[in-house]
């Protein structure tokens, strides 16, 4: 499956992100195409080649035109959001990292997550970082996303709150779970903006995945010039032979916890590196109804797993089982139908073709607004995902 490996060595914004989306190969005119259906317009989008500590890499900078920041609360943001005539996985997206935003400022400064201004993560150049570059993985086809440590730097930073610690407390709030270290630059390398996205998208942190294969790699430049070179290092490559990873199968019964909890265990499971987490309802001894987590995870994040279950729900004790599995190589197709453009995952047994799924969303989207069934979309989409990937190639 297609995969990134982000490595922060100085950090991670969300300019560097999209910078380093685009030496890797995002279409210039594509990233245009798409942050012109958001309804902002009060900006200028600055693309251009810097030398940061002698590496060659992409600067974005969002100019606006009014030099002031919006205070925007989180309605505000979901209507823009809503309102661009982009993917439902690229909104759906961008709608999850504001949402674990305005959580962490919430905490942070004791208010209501529907309240908080988000002073300098609700402004245009945030929404266009954010937005452009959940855009850029989506139209790339990556699958999985991976990080490094991160460096976050030390000293004091200058916030609309006043001077706060390195990192910034609403950063360290959206970092908690995930490793970083502070290193000896005295600079603020982790904006909240950078770490809201690796925490949302980040499907494992630390070292580079077992089987992780790089084809291509960008760098994305930060604004200022440090000591080291001030850039992301983005890797665009395959997990390859991910199959032969020892796995298990860790599960618990749970008839004592808020529902609502669920989903937010499940993210933090993801984010610490599961493959996957499923809910299945079982009856306990005396006819209780309940709950039984299951999480498919490798061997070397038991104790990391086993730790997210114990914490965060109200178990008092877990089984797990060593599992072998057998997976598909999987890649991301675009393909244009008549109706506009969706994107297919192929999985390949081999050189051969096993399965084709359209994009659901693409697909529905697609459908809506061009009054076609949903099915003759998907059909179509598979029949010209066929011809491009070469059934039984």
């Known amino acids: 499956m297609k995969a990134v490996y982000l490595d922060c060595f100085a950090g991670i914004s969300g300019n560097m992100l999209l910078g380093a989306l685009l030496d890797v190969g995002l279409p210039e005119k594509e990233l245009r195409r798409a942050l012109g259906k958001l309804p902002v317009d009060d900006y200028e989008l600055i693309v251009k080649r810097v030398v940061k500590g002698g590496i060659s ?17 989180l309605p505000d943001i979901y209507d ?13 997206k961008s709608k999850q990292v504001f949402s674990r935003l305005a959580e962490a400022e919430a905490k942070v400064h004791g208010s209501a997550i529907d309240k908080v201004h988000f002073h300098e993560v609700g402004a245009t150049d945030a929404i266009i970082d954010i937005v452009g570059g959940i855009f850029g993985l989506y139209y790339l086809g990556v699958e999985q996303i991976y990080v490094s440590r991160l460096h976050v730097g030390t000293g004091f930073v200058q916030g609309s709150h006043g001077i706060m610690p390195v990192p910034a407390p ?14 000896d630059i005295a600079k603020e390398l982790v904006t909240p903006t950078g770490a809201a996205i690796v925490a949302v998208l980040g499907d494992g942190f630390g070292a580079m995945p077992p089987g992780f294969v790089c084809h291509r790699i960008g760098y994305g430049a930060g604004t200022w ?37 669920f989903g937010y265990v499940s993210d933090k499971l993801f984010a610490a590196g599961a493959v996957d987490v499923w809910f299945t309802p079982v009856t306990m001894k005396k006819g209780r109804p309940a709950t039984e987590l299951s999480v498919l995870a490798p061997v070397e994040i038991l104790d990391t ?7 965060e729900t109200s178990t008092l004790g ?43 969303e693409d697909c529905r989207r697609l459908a809506e607004e061009h009054k076609v069934p949903l099915k003759t979309v998907q059909q179509t989409a598979i029949c010209q995902a066929m011809a491009i990937a070469g059934q039984g190639s």
């Not at 390859?240 to 860790?250: F, P, T």
């Not at 197709?333 to 192929?346: A, C, I, M, R, S």
């Open 318 to 360: 877990v089984r797990y089982t060593l599992v072998d599995r057998i997976i598909a190589e999987r890649e991301w197709l675009t393909v244009e139908l008549p109706w506009g453009k969706v994107q297919v995952k192929v999985g390949r047994r081999g050189n051969k073709v096993c399965n084709l799924a359209p994009e659901y």
């Open 305 to 311: 797993i086993v730790d997210i279950l114990f914490t």
């Open 57 to 73: 890499a992409t600067y974005v900078d969002t100019v606006l035109e009014h030099h002031h920041h919006h205070h925007r609360h």
């Open 225 to 261: 010039d440090l000591p080291i070179p001030n850039v992301l290092r983005l890797q665009l490559g395959k997990i390859c032979g991910d199959g032969n990873r020892e796995m298990c199968v860790i599960e618990t019964n749970i008839d004592d916890l808020n529902p609502q909890i």
């Open 80 to 92: 823009i959001i809503n309102r661009a005539d982009l993917p439902e996985p690229v909104k759906d």
């Open 170 to 183: 609403a950063t360290a709030e959206l970092l908690r779970g995930i490793p970083y270290y502070s290193g």
